[in-house]
């Protein structure tokens, strides 16, 4: 969480688009690694008062319940979540953490995982296979002349 923002805004916006997919691919809807407050190890999103960030005492976006009416999403929902009362919380943000998530959402896909995780397996054998023949081949043709 501390590595959210970097010094490249490059990097920095495509981590945000990588956690907000995080939630999109899993549909964990989750913040935080325990809960939203593990934010606050963030510089960008300390509640400190010496910070002076806009997203200070907030939560990013991928935390953020959106609005099914909305089309675009909004960036700045996580803004100033965290300074209000926890009660609140549950009306914008997720207050479920992701390792929690992941916990829940790993054992009614563990078919799925280990089906990915044997076909990548036999995939890197099948390269492992035609690179040894690849391999026996050459060493054929230079012995061959």
């Not at 078919?111 to 296979?129: D, E």
Request: a neutral charge; hydrophobic letters at 35%.
């Amino acid at each position: 969480m501390y590595y959210y923002r970097y010094d490249n805004p490059e990097v920095s916006c495509c981590y945000k688009y990588l956690m907000f997919s995080y939630n999109i691919i899993f549909w964990n809807h989750c913040c935080g690694a325990q809960d939203p407050d593990d934010w606050e190890l963030n510089n960008y999103f300390s509640c400190n008062n010496t910070h002076r960030s806009r997203e200070r005492c907030g939560v990013p976006f991928s935390c953020c319940i959106s609005d099914p009416a909305e089309s675009v999403v909004n960036t700045q929902c996580g803004y100033d979540v965290r300074s209000k009362p926890q009660k609140k919380w549950v009306d914008h943000i997720y207050i479920k953490g992701c390792i929690a998530a992941l916990e829940d959402w790993l054992p009614r896909n563990l078919y799925t995982v280990a089906i990915v995780f044997i076909v990548i397996s036999l995939l890197q054998m099948v390269g492992i296979y035609l690179a040894r023949v690849l391999i026996a081949d050459i060493e054929k043709a230079k012995f061959s002349y």
